[in-house]
Structures are given as C-alpha cells and as structure tokens.
C-alpha cells in the first residue's frame, strides 16, 4: 500500500489544500527571471515580487517544469473549434469553506453564512460553477448519525450557488480519518466491491438532494487506495471493476453525470480503460507541471474525444514540491502554507492560462481551481512570516483573502482563472 508521502511525490496535493479548508501557500537570477516572464507581460509588470534565495532553486524547477508543460500544450493540435474569446465559465473553483473534511464545522450556523460570502465573491471574480467535495460517508446514515444534517447542508449550499448561475460538480472520497485533517474513526469497507456500494449510497444521496449536475465517483485512484486501505483501488483492474459496479449501483441518475478518471500523473492508459466503463464523462485531475504532465494530458484528451464522451478537470493547481521536506502529511501542510506567498503568481498565472489554453483545444467542459482564496489575495513573504508555523500562515491567507472578497478586489491569478 502506497503511503502518503508516495502519493504526495507522484503529485497530489489535496492534503495540504485540505488545511485551507478547515480554517478558510529568490532569486530574480537571469534564468529564473526569464522563465517566470514566460506568458502574460501584464502579469509579470503588475506583480514585481522577488523571490526570497532560499526558494531560488524551487523556483526555477517549478518553472523549468511549467515551461515543459506550456511548450507541449501550445504545440498540441486544437481537437475541437472553440474560437475566442475564451468563455470565462470554462474556468470554475473548489468551494473550500464547504470541504467534507470540516465534519462538525460545516453545521455551525455562521457556516453558510461564510459560504454565502465565498460565493458571492466567486460570483464577481466571473467564475463559472463551484466543486463541493463531499467526503465519504458523511451522507450515509449507517456510518453518521448525523447524515441528513449533512445532507441538508449540502442541498442548501448547491441551492444558494444554483440561484447564483453556478454549475455544481460534486466530488466524493474518503474522509482523511486519522489524520490532522479529520478527526474520526471510521472503518472502512476491505473491498473494492463493498467500496463501491458505499459510494454509490452516499453518490444515491447526493443526487437525490444536492442535484448536481457532475459526481465524480473516483479521479485519483492512489489517494483512495491509501485513505480507505484497499491496494486494489490502485491497480487497473480494480478501478475498472470499482467504476463499473458503482455506476451500476447508482442506477438511474436523471440528468447528473456520472465521471471517473486517473489523474494527470497516471498514465493515459488508465484513461482508456475507463473510457470503456459505462461512465458519462471522463474527469482529471492536474498536478503537477512538467512534460509528462501534459502529455497525458493530450492523450486523456483524445481517449474522450474518440469515445464520445465529456472531459471535465474538477482540480488543478500549480504544486509547488518541497524536496527538504520529509514527506507525508507534515510536508503538505508545508507545502500549503509556502503556496499562499504572492512571490509565486506570476508562475501560477501562467499555469492556469497553460491549463485553460489546454481546455479550450480540448473542448474540456471546465476547470476547477483547488486553491480558491488565492484567486482574492495572496500574503507577501518576510522573513517573520516565513518562520512562523504553517498553520498560522494558513489561517493568514484565510483572512487575506476573506478582506479581499469583502473588498471586491482579486489577484491576477484569479482573473487568469476566468480568462482574463
């Protein structure tokens, strides 16, 4: 079985981003000044932020691999015709002051009243559909007393984005029990099977009362597998076998998609396996940025195009790896406070127009930004501020970008997210 820090050097970076949801991330050298003022020149005039030297050598490898990334996806040839200007509601964002992983803190009243604020500042920024990721089980009865609590929570947040013109797309995994992210114990399913009817229980709730119009039933194989201890959610056959019998358990679901996938750092291959499950559309998730990265992304792209089915990418952000860290749970929440620094929104300005130029050759239906505050307010780096513990930093970005939402204003990073 893959541990966390497995997963997390083959890409993923949702544990991290998870922190940002319970309380809700120098060189000016010659080489890396030049790749940063790759893209946008507006984006490298307006933001003139040095990079501190001890993150010089990050720096420049994120940006060597972002450069990969760009170059293969502006020669990749256009696999549907979407002409400019690029449609701002291709680009949407995870609606973190409503993640599953708050547990408790999702039916404190003043809740909805921060996911109001959340939603009305998306909603100016031009953002076109919300992710709300509803972490198993949560919704099922058997396993929470307080399921239907749950339940109405989420049907009330998906009403509220709904009035608002929002697209809704729901994503389910495992709770991260045990970890600092959310304290619960419950025992999971030893079965790729059982897995399966548990998803589909929970997957039957949330279409009956959340109504949205995407479910993504799995999208990183590797994260499930590790979170719920079943290997087998990590091999081919088992993630065929787990799709297969979730969509089957689903059974009817009205005008709600259905999407699985293997995120960007798996192989296409395991696209193409899916595409052949009774799935209604493919999903990605983008993480992180090098060639490889976006070669199977083209090839994810072309998988969908061949088989007549949708291609969504419910989360993507530019990740920043630490390589002093020591790994696991620790190393992302690091992680998560060094991507809050304003010296990196120049490189994740130029990610999210990569991505969306990438979108837009592909007919992609849309992308969903993960680290959604950084669209308002990214915090400057000083040396105090660089020492004080990850947690604070966190909780720093939370309120910069809570002032900046009341404020009106956004990032540069947040209007590349919608196309601008």
Not at 73 to 98: C, D, F, Q, T, Y
Not at 149 to 177: P, Q
Not at 208 to 214: F, I, K, M, Q, S
Not at 251 to 271: C, E, I
Request: net charge positive; hydrophobic share 50%; aromatic share 8%.
């Amino acid at each position: 079985m893959r541990n966390l820090r497995t997963v997390i050097a083959r890409g993923w970076t949702a544990a991290g981003s998870l922190l940002c949801a319970a309380v809700l991330l120098a060189s000016a050298g010659p080489v890396s000044a030049a790749l940063r003022a790759q893209g946008s020149s507006a984006a490298a005039a307006s933001v003139d932020v040095p990079v501190p030297p001890q993150y010089a050598a990050l720096d420049a490898r994120v940006a060597a691999g972002l450069g990969a990334l760009s170059s293969t996806i502006a020669h990749m040839a256009p696999l549907h015709r979407r002409g400019p200007p690029i449609s701002k509601n291709l680009g949407w964002a995870e609606l973190l002051v409503a993640n599953g992983n708050r547990q408790g803190a999702l039916l404190d009243p003043s809740t909805m009243a921060s996911v109001d604020v959340n939603l009305r500042a998306l909603k100016r920024l031009g953002v076109g559909g919300v992710v709300l990721g509803i972490k198993l089980p949560l919704l099922v009865a058997s396993y929470q007393p307080r399921a239907a609590d749950y339940a109405d929570f989420y049907a009330t947040v998906a009403r509220h984005a709904r009035a608002l013109g929002f697209g809704v797309d729901v994503e389910l995994s495992a709770m991260f029990c045990g970890t600092i992210y959310a304290q619960c114990s419950y025992q999971y399913p030893d079965s790729v099977s059982a897995w399966a009817e548990l998803t589909a229980e929970q997957a039957r709730t949330v279409i009956n009362r959340v109504h949205p119009g995407w479910l993504d039933l799995i999208s990183e194989p590797d994260t499930e597998a590790t979170l719920t201890g079943i290997t087998a959610l990590d091999t081919k056959s088992g993630l065929v076998s787990f799709v297969t019998a979730a969509v089957h358990d689903v059974g009817r679901h009205g005008s709600t998609k259905l999407v699985a996938g293997a995120a960007s750092w798996y192989g296409s291959d395991w696209d193409q396996a899916l595409a052949a499950t009774p799935i209604d559309a493919l999903v990605t998730h983008i993480y992180p940025a090098t060639a490889g990265t976006a070669a199977n992304l083209v090839r994810t792209a072309q998988i969908a195009k061949r088989a007549g089915k949708p291609l969504v990418a419910d989360e993507m952000w530019l990740y920043k790896a630490v390589p002093t860290l020591s790994g696991g749970v620790a190393a992302s929440s690091q992680e998560g406070a060094l991507a809050t620094y304003s010296f990196w929104e120049p490189l994740d300005v130029r990610f999210v127009r990569a991505v969306r130029q990438w979108a837009t050759k592909a007919g992609v239906v849309f992308v969903s930004g993960f680290w959604s505050q950084l669209a308002f307010a990214y915090v400057t780096w000083t040396a105090p501020a660089g020492s004080r513990p990850a947690a604070q930093q966190v909780a720093a970005s939370a309120r910069a970008a809570g002032q900046a939402m009341v404020a009106g204003t956004s990032t540069l990073t947040g209007r590349a997210l919608i196309g601008r």
